[in-house]
Structure formats: structure tokens, C-alpha cells
């Protein structure tokens, strides 16, 4: 009985007890031999080669009563062996593998590639995909399989007749030859043409073509698909060409059938989206090119490792990072179960086609283009010293500081973690005076620099971090100074959630603990093996803990709790020993903690305690010891999507904002369900589409800043980076220094709304100059000292709703397929805007007396 679950400490798993009771209460006598086992946990595969091993154990005399097959249990030896040459597929069935980047459309062309061929031809088709659960720029692997008989393959091809590379950079990471069939066909999406290609593919790469004698073909499908104006969406080109390889149908029929699925998937976008995809085929098949091959390997590139040996994670994360972790042994894997953080720095992924390069000539020091990326791929840096640039790479930039001659600014990219999002370049403000559309970072092709700045970024992390103590942090410039410690997020690329965390990170990384919902943020913050999440050159940085959907609220308050606990335990401890101790305890008891210096004041002096508290051998030392460093302040984060705080969280929610606990609340707003793929929550405005409100919401957004707002201590912020960079920070500094609760709701961009985010920031701007997303802070704190608490930061709307709405297709696609409730439906959305802000205005001369409370301990 084989059962696809693991039930710790139970006598079998639940398939097997069942079959093992039925037997028993009316089964044939005698008994048959029954054994159990598990397979396919994890998504591992289970091969026929494996069926075959379970039923060569049955035909033993002693065969293991319970056993795991598809894995190597080198604890238990429960595992069975396998042999893989036990079972070959029939030659009758082709098989085609596609490596392709997550979200450029693969795994869709090929799921409508085995449509076409099942509905065209006689023969049986059959795609199987493989893909992790990141957001975006990740690898697929689509296993598709045709035959004259029906498939029931539900397992991976391990050798085929036909392999395609969409993506040029995955040849140095992945060996994606192996699978190939001698004499196979093999189709890479290359920016260089065919006479030039063979230098710049690794040596392995090279070898193997002509081992197994590979018909080699290339097609740069992200310049055809750029002139089309199709961006990066690059399916329809790589489909057209691999039909026109593949000889499954006459190649006018196959033109004919994608022409037709792309007018049915198009056709509501409008005739403009058809005809550019339409062109795009007619362009595919003019653009493929046969490389002949040479008969030697020549000058090829080295492989690059998975993970540099400094990484020091080889074994384990290293494996999974490659694809192999299905062949680790058991004993390989962490027995408590955790992972080194930091680890994303290691998943060179090199995505982007195009990176910003820097012109130091033109740059105006303004530090933007770093607070937007929304993955930490371009960074500054201040030097005070130039001497520390000598030995720096012959393409290393730099210039004068404008604050201080004497120092020197680099903007610096991280080439194989950019994802070509294209938000710095849109946000940067320097343009040539002299070469038109030249600004201080333009996009160029990473092909043309890809190997300098490699080196550069090397040399850029070598040079030594700016003193955090002499930057005011709550400035744009002052903050990127800061070393984020959230960083290469796999992220979709151009997010909007993720700079928000990079910027909390950059603030306080180094003292906060985060507690993060279940949705994109929990995708890209703990993605098994890999984590953005990092520390500094001091080892500290936010312990991430990632919890379910309905609690996280909760789970954070329990974690403030807890440190809460634990520094009233200390304190007393340590005022019981203050006598012992003298001025040290006392200058503990009594710190300042509210700002960056008095918390490194603090936590020198908890060094110096714990130093002395060694040297003395009681019980009270001993436990105040493990204890202290609870007497350095900690910040609790709560973070999570729209989804989760204005929805599934909300109960749990409100009930810590009622706590009057100190804890943060970060809700990064998309005003969807963006990790399930864009459902309708509270969050959703009126007027948008969203899956389940395909028609338009009809009803208005809940106004959760309002309700927060309602306890009169809770330190609320609505907040848009792209509109107000330093209103952005001001309200991260002001929620993190409030004693209470504080809410912070951050208009997050996503893909699901559906126009280019490399624009995030001039949507942001719109957002909030028309009103849709007003921009305030609402301080309790400004009470006490006379002034009224809530401050709106953007300006009465000036822009109508219809104009902002008109520029993004959740809404735009209302006012083309159904423009009568569209117009209804604007109209009405424009009325929620105008009254909203009717009463923010009357809201902001309210006067009030009462106060939040004191908290019961
Ligand atoms: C109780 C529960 N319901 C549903 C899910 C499935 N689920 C996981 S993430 C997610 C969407 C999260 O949306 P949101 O909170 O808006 O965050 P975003 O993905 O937009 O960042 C859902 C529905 C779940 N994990 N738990
Ligand atoms: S293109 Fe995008 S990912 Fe790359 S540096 Fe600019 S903002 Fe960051
Ligand atoms: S919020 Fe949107 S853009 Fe960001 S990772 Fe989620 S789906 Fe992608």
C-alpha cells in the first residue's frame, strides 16, 4: 500500500491501516502479504523504475514492513533501491523539455502547444511542468510528451528528443544538456547570431553539442519580441520556432492554430495587443538560424559554481539551489530544521536583459534610484577615504560627494541580481543636457557589461559601510547609506511590496524581529533554500519567522510579549544585583534607547555587563546573563498583505491594535490577493477588476487607516514611496519610535494591475494627486504636544479618477469590455474619493482630549 503522507509516530499511514483493517474484518484467509510505504512527499518524483523496486521487495522472503521509495533514508534504511536502467520509455512517445524563466510565458505556451497538437493531429499529447513556488524570474521546466497512443506519464523525461533554452544565462548555471538525446535538437534563446554564438557558450555546453551531435539552432526572441512591443514576453516566439523544429504538424497549420489561440487569449485586450503577437509569429520562424557546429571546444566560459566556496553552504542549500536537492540523503538535512539567512546573495540568477549603467557625470547624488529597487540590485556607497579605491577594476565609477569634497559617491548594480525592472531608471530625476533621453542610469544591454560589472559589484562589497552614526537616517540620501538587509528578493521583478521591507530593513534590520503573513511576502522572504532576508558585517539582522494567514497579528504580539517578559525579568534581576553592579547597572536601567546612538550605548554596555556578570557565580548572575540582552530594544514588525490584514487577519488584527502593545504593522497593499493570483479582498476599490469581481467591484474599499484611527493611540500611516519618498520614511521613523501600535498601509504596485511597474513610481504619484491614495500621517503622539494628530501629506485631488483609472488595465479593461458600468462604476468611485477626503479634511481640526489608556500588565 503506497501512501502519499507521513504520518510521524503513527503504526503505518492511514491508506495502509485502513487496507490493513479491512483485511483483517473480511479479507481472504489467509492474509495476504501486505507492506507500506511512502513516496512522492514533496513533490518527489515516482518513476515506473520505482514501482518496479516495490514490487521486487514484495517477492522477498523478509521484505521491510514500511519503506520510503524515491528517497535515500541513510537514518532509518528504510528506503528501497532503484534501479534506473530497470525501465525505459517506449521510442513511439517524443519528448520536448523547455527550460524557461519564471513568468516569461513559457509554461503557458506550452500548456497551449500540447492543446494544439491534441486538438490538430491524431496524436496524444502530455505536458508535465516543474516549477518552484517563487514569485517570478525562477527557473520552469516543462516536460511535454506526443504519441500515437494515449500517455500516462505522470513522471519526468529523462532523456529527450528535443531541448529548448529560453533563457541565454541559464546555460552557465544549469546543465541542461544532460537530458538531451543524441542527435537531438536543441533551440537557445541567444542574443548573439549564429557565427557568433559558439564562443559564448561554456566549454561544457560546448563539449556536449558535439558529443552527442546536437542540431543546434538560435533565435534572439527578446529582440523580436522588444521590436514587437511585446517587452519581455517572449512565449509566442519560442512556440512558433519550436513548431517550425519540432515536425509534429505542417508548419502553416501550427502558424494557423497559435494565430487562432492568440486572437482568443488577445482578443478582449484589443486589436493592437492581437496584431503585435500575430507579427511576432510571422517574424519567429525568419529569425531561426542553424549553428554549424565546429568539431572542437573553443574558447568557451567556465560553468559558474551554484554558490562560491566562501558561501560555505555546498552541501545542502547549494544542492536544492541547483535542482538536485531530490538526491540528498536524509542525513544531509538540517536536524533542527534550520537555514542560514543571507542565502539569496548566492542565487545569481541573471535575469535581467538589460541593466541601469551609471554616468557619473550627469548623477546628482539624489539616492533614489536605491530606495526604489525593489531588489537591493543597485546600491550607494560613500567612501571617506579614496584611498580605498585603489586596486578598484579599470570600469569602476565614482565621484565627488556633493557634501563633501573629500569623499566619494558610487552607485554600483548588481548585475546577475537585477531583474531589468527598469524602476530606478524611470525614478531618476538627472537627465543630459546635451544627449537627448541620456539620464545619469540608462538601460543598456547586460551582454555588454555583464563581465565588468561582475567585478565592480565585488569590489563595491568590499569597501567598507558608511558610518551609520553620522547619517540622518530619516532623509532619502541618509537611508540608502544604510546597508539593506533585505536583499536580491525573488520578487517579481519591479514589486512594489518589496521596497518598503528593504527600506524597514535598511532603518532597523539590525534590532527588529519580523512576523510575516502567509502571501508574496512569505514567498519571497522564505523560500526554501534561499532567503533575502540578511545580517551585517556584526552578525545582526530581523530574525524572520513566517506564520499562517489568520494569526500573524497575533503571532507578533506574542513575540512582543515575550520580549516584553523577558526585559521586565532582566530589569528586575538587575535591580536586585544594582548594588553589586554599581553605575553600570544604574546607566543600563536608566539608557536612552530612543535613537541609533543610544542604542549602541546600550548594547556596549550590556557587553560589559554580561562580562562582569561571568565572574560572578550565582544563580541570579547566571540567568540575568542569559537574559540581558533583552535590555537592548527590540522592534516587533508585523507584515503582511492586503489579504491578510483588511480579510482573513483582520480579527486578530484589530485585536492587537486594541492591545496598545508596541509592535508595527506594515500591510503592503495590492489591493489583492496577489500570491493566489489577484482575488478580489476588502482592500479591492471600487470600479476595479479582480478574479471574482470580473464585472468591476461595486463596492468601496474598506478604509482600515479609518478604523485604526478610531483608537486615538494607534499611530497610523498611509504611505506611497513613488508619491513621497521622504513622507515614506518619516512615517517608518515615526511608527517604529511610537510607544503604542502603530499601522503603517503602503500602496504596493503588482502585476496584477496590469501595466509596465517599471512606471510604478509615476502611478504612485497619480495615486495620490488624484485622491485614490491620499497621503497621512496620524500621530497621537503630536497630541500631547499641542498640535493635532492627523497631518495630510498630499494635496486636495487634482487629477479626476478616470484619468488615473484609464492608465492601468484592472481598470481600463472595465471601460473596454462593459464602458456603460464602467462609467457608472468611475463615477461612483470618484464619489468615494471625494467624500474620503471631505472627512480627512474635517479630521484633521478635530480637537481631542481623551487619551488611549495606560496598558494593563
Ligand atoms: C487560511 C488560508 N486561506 C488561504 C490561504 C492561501 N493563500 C496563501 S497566500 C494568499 C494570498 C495572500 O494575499 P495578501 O494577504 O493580499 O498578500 P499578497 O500576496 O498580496 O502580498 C492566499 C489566499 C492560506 N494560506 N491560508
Ligand atoms: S532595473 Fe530594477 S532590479 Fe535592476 S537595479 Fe534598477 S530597479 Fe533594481
Ligand atoms: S505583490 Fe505582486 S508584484 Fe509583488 S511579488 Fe506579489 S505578485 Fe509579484
Redesign the pocket.
Known sequence: VLDRTKEPGAVGEPLYQDVLTALVESGPRPLPRVIGGRYGLSSKEFTPAMVLSVFDELQKDTPLPHFTVGIVDDISHLSLQTDNQSWSEPQVVSRAVFYGLGADGTVGANKNSVKIIGEETDLFAQGYFVYDSKKSGSRTISHLRFGPDPIYSSYLIEEADFVACHNFGFLERFQMLDIAAPGATFLLNSPYPADEVWRHLPSDVQSQLIDKQLEMWVIDANRIAREAGLGGRINTVLQTCFFGLANIIEPDQAIAAIKASIQKTYGKRGRAIVDRNWAVVDASLDGLERVALPTEVMGGRTMRPVVPPEAAVERVTAAIMAGTGDLLPVSALPVDGTFKTGSAQWEKRTIAAEIPVWDPEICIDCARCALVCPHAAIRIKVVENEEVLNGAPGSFKSKIWEKSEAERLIVQVAPDDCTGCGVCVSICPAKSKEVAKHKAIDMEPITLHLDDERDNFDFFLSLPEYDRTRIRLDSVKGSQLAQPLFEFSGACAGCG?TPYLKLMSQLFGDRIVVAN?????SIYGGNLPTTPWSKDAGGRGPAWSNS???DNAEFGLGMRLAFDHHARSARHLLEEMEADIGQLATDVLAADQSNEAGINQQRDRVEELRRQLSHIGTIEAKRLGELAEYLVTTGVWIV?????AYD?GFGGLDHVLASGRNVNILV?D?E?????GGQT?KATPRAATAKFSAGGKTTAKKDLGMIAMGYGGVYVAQIAMGANMTQTIKAFVEAEAHPGPSLIIAYSP?IAHGYDLGEMAAHQKMAAESGYWPLYRFDPGREDKGDHALHLDSRKPRIPFKEFASTEARFAMLARSQPEVAARLFEEAQRDIDDRWHLYEQMVLVERTARFGDLEE
Open positions: 511590496e503573513a502567509t502571501g508574496c511576502s499562517l494567514f489568520e503582511g498583505g492586503d489579504g491578510w482573513i503592503l495590492t489583492v490577493y496577489s500570491n493566489t479582498s503588482c
